[in-house]
């Protein structure tokens, strides 16, 4: 294959005049362009045939401008996040026609992922083709968070990110964009506009004509527009692009006007919406009809064509006959790659210590083990929300200092913009998997939703990968009440997190498993939801002893105090309301053990077994909301592992089903406390 500069002077020379392209050019070019137009029409037969393909956006219309994006990747130096509609982008940036049709009828050995992600969703990771989710245009935030990878440890790279002009609508697209603009990154955004989202026209999602107009504003993103029908002109646009983002000024956009010659899908009509009139115009742009003249006029003969179309018919068959006799996906292999194992100590293996001498609140916890792991992984980073003023170390301070010790390119601020924060970071991971990232997701819990789509993004790319990536990142999160924030800054939201397979949720209650727990999550691939209970940052019940390097292994609980007559299973601020009512019941009599969670995700359902098993009764405290909460899982998990064992129903304490109120009385109201947890031990123990 010819190098990309080749490729793009012979264009370029092609589109000015000056000097018409070798014929060596223009037989690859045409190739590529009817290879991947033959493939985009035998799609459907696959579908019809019930043998896969059962998503199928064609590219029909966009070839001008994804034959020349895809030549402008480098293979295995440059990053591209391809969207479902980039076929003859990808097939012209490095796969081939079997791997195509392998993702195609979701095979097993599918260079995206194994068959687990939707066909039409091309990728291969191992030469830089990302495996890109179905989330319209949320892969611009990894492409950017990639870029500034790039740009720390000064790689030759670019990233490429490619969408539809309809998904420019989305506000994380305008994050991403905003972002690379300020830090100058080394992106190309490649905008396919064709006219429709789905069956929605383009004046129905914006006010300019031509979306790229809405960032013209933004001084360091040059916006170039080109003919998406017209090969030359679409190289000579991404020529451009590519010269101005290695200048280092920052991001370019290619604005490619395009045309949709079918429906935007297999499951979409598009003669409900569009007349005659408007298809066969459509149809009569076809690019590929267009490029052939093109190649005649500039030297090539009918032969030589028709020579290239009977030799691409020929490899079609041929990577069809392979992908049909591939192995498909064994039923089992779902439960591979979920989440990768956990870094665990050799020295605390069980995540506990007998260690004495000065204790620590829980927010230097946190901060000294910040510090610790960034002096012991110099590609440690950290960015949120206000948290690396040198006065000031977020809004709690947990990372007070970092940013002079560790500098401004390894501790900084982000935007008021939850998504960008966390969506960064699994694009910043993709790198190296050396990098480590942990981000303040939110100021406080509550504002976590606007970051939903990311953490749900960032659940599946291990598994959606089939292992080929796994965003290394250690989401914190201030949560919970009793500070008088009312609301937005007394909500919990792990009983939404927990029911996502692929990351791992965190929850301390004492300073020596806040710093094991952070330890442990930094050290460990995968993404980790840490919890971090802000009541407990400077309160005294929380300090604990902290040994050197104490790491804490995920999914193994603590159990706080022994006892035989009542389990009562807690995590984070209700621990201290446990044992406090744990103190009052022996007062009385009764024993009861305080099994601290720890870790939620995964959960020591063998410790919880263990104690139910000695007590025979169950009593679960969480700060959540009783209903939906993630007591709700623990209880079950009472029911069905240990129901032989019970003498009485498990009973659970939590919020009340309402919003925590402002007012101190309201939100003593809602919120549990120990005389709330004792009541309840009392109810259970005298069943």
């Known amino acids: 294959m010819l190098d990309t500069p080749t490729l793009v002077k012979a264009a370029l020379n092609a ?10 050019d223009l037989c690859h070019w045409y190739e590529l362009m009817h290879l991947g137009r033959l493939l985009d029409d035998k799609a459907p037969n696959y579908l019809k045939q019930a043998i896969g393909w059962s998503y199928h956006a064609p590219c029909a219309g966009h070839d001008g401008i994804q034959l020349a994006a895809g030549l402008a990747f480098r293979a295995g130096r440059d990053f591209l996040f391809p969207y479902y509609r980039d076929l003859l982008t990808c097939l012209a940036a490095g796969l081939t026609p ?9 095979k097993a050995t599918d260079a995206a992922g194994a068959g687990r992600h ?8 191992s030469i830089g083709i990302q495996n890109v989710s179905s989330l319209t245009g949320n892969h611009t935030q990894h492409a950017v968070g990639l870029a500034r990878a790039i740009k720390y440890y000064g790689r030759d790279s670019i990233v490429f990110t490619s969408q539809g002009e309809s998904s420019l609508s989305e506000g994380y697209c305008f994050e991403s964009i905003n972002g690379a603009d300020r830090e100058q990154l080394p992106v190309v955004f490649i905008i396919q506009d064709n006219g429709y989202g789905i069956s929605v026209p383009k004046r129905d999602q914006s006010a300019n004509e031509h979306i790229c107009d809405n960032f013209s504003g933004f001084p ?11 090969f030359p002109d679409s190289m000579r646009a991404m020529e451009e692009a590519l010269a101005y983002v290695r200048t280092g000024k920052g991001p370019a956009m290619v604005y490619a006007t395009c045309v949709r010659i079918g429906s935007h899908s297999n499951s979409d009509r598009h003669e409900l919406y569009r007349d005659d009139a408007e298809r066969a115009e459509a149809k009569a742009k076809d690019p590929l009809p267009k490029f052939r003249a093109y190649c005649l006029e500039n030297g090539l003969s009918e032969e030589e064509l028709k020579a290239i179309e ?26 591979d790659f979920v989440i990768p194992e956990g870094w665990v100590s050799t020295q605390y293996p069980e995540g506990t210590h007998q260690a004495s001498g000065d204790s620590l609140s829980l927010i230097a916890a946190l901060n000294q083990t910040l510090k610790e792991e960034f002096r012991h992984n110099p590609d440690t980073f950290i960015w949120g929300q206000d948290m690396a003023n040198k006065e000031k170390g977020g809004i709690f301070n947990v990372s007070k200092g970092l940013q002079q010790e560790f500098g401004e390119k390894r501790v900084f601020n982000a935007p008021i913009a939850e998504d960008f924060i966390v969506g960064t970071a699994n694009g910043f991971s993709r790198l190296d998997d050396k990098i480590r990232v942990v981000v303040e997701g939110a ?17 599946h790319d291990y598994w959606r990968s089939n292992g080929q990536f796994s965003p290394n990142i250690t989401i914190r999160i201030a949560s919970g009440g009793y500070i008088g924030g009312g609301l937005y800054h007394s909500q919990n939201v792990e009983g939404w997190l927990t029911t996502l397979p692929g990351i791992r949720v965190v929850v301390p209650a004492f300073a020596d498993d806040a710093a094991g727990l952070l330890r442990t999550a930094m050290r460990s691939r995968g993404t980790t939801l840490y919890l971090e209970p802000k009541f407990l940052y400077n309160a005294k019940m929380a300090h604990a002893v902290v040994p050197p390097d104490f790491a804490v292994p995920f999914g193994k609980a603590r159990v706080r105090r022994e006892g035989t007559d009542l389990t009562i299973l807690a995590y984070g601020t209700p621990v201290h309301f446990a044992l406090e009512a744990a103190a009052k019941l022996e007062k009385e009599g009764k024993s009861a053990e305080v099994v601290d969670l720890r870790s939620l995700s995964p959960l020591d359902t063998d410790a919880i077994v263990k104690s139910v098993k000695k007590t025979h009764r169950v009593l679960i405290a969480h700060e959540d909301k009783v209903f939906g909460g993630f007591g709700g899982e623990l209880a079950a998990i009472a029911a069905s592992e240990c129901f032989p064992w019970l003498d009485a129903p ?15 009385i309201l939100e003593r109201a809602t919120l549990p406390n120990a005389d709330k947890v004792l009541a309840a031990a009392r109810k259970v123990l005298a069943f």
């Not at 589109?15 to 070798?22: E, F, I, Q, V, Y």
């Open 220 to 230: 360091n993103l040059k916006i170039i527009k080109c003919d998406g029908l017209d």
């Open 650 to 664: 498990v009973e659970r304490v939590g919020s009340e089903f309402t919003p925590v109120g402002f007012n101190r």
């Open 443 to 459: 100021e406080f819990a509550d504002y976590i939703w606007p970051a939903a789509e990311q953490i749900v993004e960032t659940s």
């Open 310 to 335: 009977i030799d691409n018919q020929a490899r079609y068959l041929a990577a069809h006959d392979k992908a049909m006799a591939a192995p498909n996906p064994e039923p089992a292999s779902i439960h």
């Open 98 to 106: 079997e791997e195509i049709l392998l993702n195609g009828i979701s």
């Open 15 to 24: 589109l000015d005049g000056s000097n018409a392209p070798s014929r060596e």
């Open 118 to 125: 939707m066909s039409n969703h091309f990728g291969k990771p």
